[in-house]
């Protein structure tokens, strides 16, 4: 349990047996004398406990809701604050469901005082052990600037080795972008695979119109253009009129001659609802 954890348990058991003296005050005044030896005898055992630990423990180790004791010094003990917390709650389950308890112990009815400090820590008053258990903020910006650190330095590693350092350009070596290959070569790439450099695409070869990024249709993130002498064509054309983009499908580099003898449907069969156009060969 952390200090702070500690504390609040401490007050609330130092705020329980306040409500148990009030009890007991009250049923003094009962006419019901049975009842009140009952009481009485739970409650004084319940209230010894509590101002053990309360008393135990004489500072509490938060400046904010330090508890002193009138009798007690604050180093008295060295019991660690796990095993008070474990203690209290233990005793408090045995307390609430035991009635057979001998006659209270009034060696502890010192009540406890709350004073206010408005220091700033969790270190009290001549207790030097407390200092090495809580960590320094200064310790935790440390930490937390060496893990930015870390972070950037593995950033620049990717983007130096995806980025910077290209691939052998040698035909048929692996290329992300048609820049990574030779003149004359292009990078043929296939669902935003690695691809592999290749001559300028040939008859048949798949290709993409004007050279641009390909869209789904035909699955190709960059494809070849075609060598000198053909034309890439295109099955199909789909052309959203909202987004101002043309999906080509099956695109494929045809000799001049071959692409000329194709019969095409000049007009365009229109969704109005999705704006789309697809233009038949």
Request: net charge positive; aromatic share 8%; proline share 4%.
């Amino acid at each position: 349990m952390t200090p702070q954890g500690l504390c609040r348990r401490l007050i609330s058991a130092h705020q329980e047996m306040e409500v148990i003296d009030e009890i007991l005050t009250s049923a003094k005044k009962s006419d019901f004398q049975n009842d009140y030896l009952e009481l009485n005898a739970n409650l004084s055992k319940k209230k010894e406990y509590l101002l053990k630990w309360v008393s135990r423990f004489g500072i509490c180790p938060i400046a904010e809701c330090k508890i002193h004791h009138a009798d007690l010094k604050p180093n008295q003990s060295k019991t660690t604050t796990k095993r008070a917390a474990s203690e209290i709650s233990s005793h408090n389950d045995q307390a609430n469901s035991s009635k057979d308890f001998k006659k209270p112990n009034r060696k502890h009815t010192a009540k406890a005082n709350f004073i206010s400090d408005k220091r700033v820590g969790f270190r009290a008053p001549n207790d030097a052990s407390s200092s090495s258990q809580t960590p320094r903020p200064s310790d935790c910006s440390a930490k937390n600037n060496i893990f930015t650190f870390m972070k950037l330095l593995w950033f620049f590693f990717v983007y130096f080795v995806f980025s910077v350092v290209q691939p052998d350009a040698a035909q048929g070596k692996t290329c992300r972008s048609p820049s990574h290959c030779r003149e004359g070569e292009c990078c043929m790439t296939k669902s935003y695979m690695v691809g592999g450099c290749r001559e300028m695409g040939c008859a048949g070869c798949p290709c993409q119109p004007n050279n641009v990024k390909s869209h789904l249709g035909d699955m190709y993130l960059w494809s070849c253009p075609c060598s000198e002498g053909l034309e890439c064509v295109s099955e199909q054309e789909i052309i959203d009129n909202v987004d101002k983009t043309v999906t080509y499908i099956n695109s494929t580099c045809m000799e001049v001659e071959e692409k000329q003898s194709f019969k095409r449907f000049q007009n365009y069969k229109c969704d109005h609802v999705h704006t789309i156009c697809i233009s038949m060969y």
